[in-house]
């Protein structure tokens, strides 16, 4: 199976290898390339789209993984060359638009929100005077998280309205915007669905030293059967938002009322890969070239 890929950022690491691995297996190229890299020439009628490894519609598909920050003017720019390169209708996983959507935790909650999935209580707000107000609205037991951001960066309980106050205010020197959600008992209990087109991975994750499940954090992994409707649901808020490879995290409750906790449109796989037999980077490859060919067909 021939194919040019291209993988913007997380050219180092285990992601990487697996990647590379699996390209080779399938018998396609791969190449990766920084999103520093990204530039634009601009003609009277045409642009082209330019990265260290060659011009973006020189490949058959691109794949999006970690955007590393950068001032508003950078970020900006490579979304629009991202952009340019979707509007072309040219095979992107995940396209900039889903990007845009799942790297903001409140866009994406609201928007699993009108699906009408539940979701923990959040309130989202600009100062500190707020933000003690949805602590105490929310019960005094919060799980306090960066807007953007993920694998557990940031992300703090508290439950003292004393160390509430200096956090905010710390938070609000940063000109931070307070994301403040009620937190879900037990904690430390979750499962994720990974979503790799049609495909579904479950796993669930334990962690008995810490309410975040990441395991980075030293969470436990094992894998789950998701039923028929897990699947539907994972696979019906990755297609909303747009991303073909997603994760969906369902935060398990002492109530007994599962939650959709986040939406992840640059997912990790090494957990699910640990405790799964199929080739998921593999599986991944073969994604991302099913797309190509569909938009071939679709041109044709």
Request: charged share 20%.
């Amino acid at each position: 199976m021939s194919g040019r890929i291209l993988v913007l950022g997380g050219g180092e690491g285990w992601h990487a290898g697996q990647l590379r691995e699996a390209a080779r297996m399938i018998g396609c190229e791969i190449c990766f390339a920084t999103y520093e890299s990204l530039s634009a020439s601009i003609e009277p009628n045409s642009t082209q789209l330019l990265s260290e490894v060659g011009d973006l519609r020189s490949f058959d598909a691109v794949l999006t993984r970690t955007m590393p920050a950068g001032s508003l003017e950078q970020v900006t720019f490579r979304l629009a060359i991202l952009h340019d390169y979707a509007d072309a209708n040219l095979p992107i996983v995940n396209p900039p638009r889903s990007l845009e959507i799942a790297i903001d935790k409140y866009a994406t909650l609201a928007h699993v929100a009108k699906l009408g999935f539940q979701v923990p209580p959040t309130q989202v707000v600009q100062s500190r005077n707020s933000a003690i107000k949805a602590f105490e609205e929310l019960g005094g037991d919060c799980v306090i998280k960066p807007i953007f951001g993920g694998e557990g960066r940031g992300v703090m309980r508290i439950q003292d309205s004393q160390l509430a106050w200096y956090t905010f205010a710390t938070l609000e020197q940063l000109n931070a915007v307070f994301y403040v959600q009620q937190f879900i008992a037990p904690g430390g209990i979750d499962t994720r669905f990974l979503v790799v087109g049609d495909q579904v991975f479950g796993v669930r994750r334990e962690n008995k030293h810490d309410f975040r499940t990441n395991v980075s954090s030293g969470a436990d992994v094992y894998a789950v059967d998701p039923t028929p409707h897990q699947r539907l649901m994972a696979t019906q808020i990755a297609r909303s938002i747009g991303l073909k490879f997603a994760s969906v995290d369902i935060i398990e409750a002492d109530d007994g009322t599962p939650r959709v906790l986040e939406v992840n449109a640059i997912p990790g796989w090494r957990g699910a890969q640990s405790v799964s037999d199929i080739n998921i980077a593999a599986e991944i490859i073969s994604l991302l070239l099913a797309e190509s060919r569909r938009t071939e067909e679709i041109a044709g």
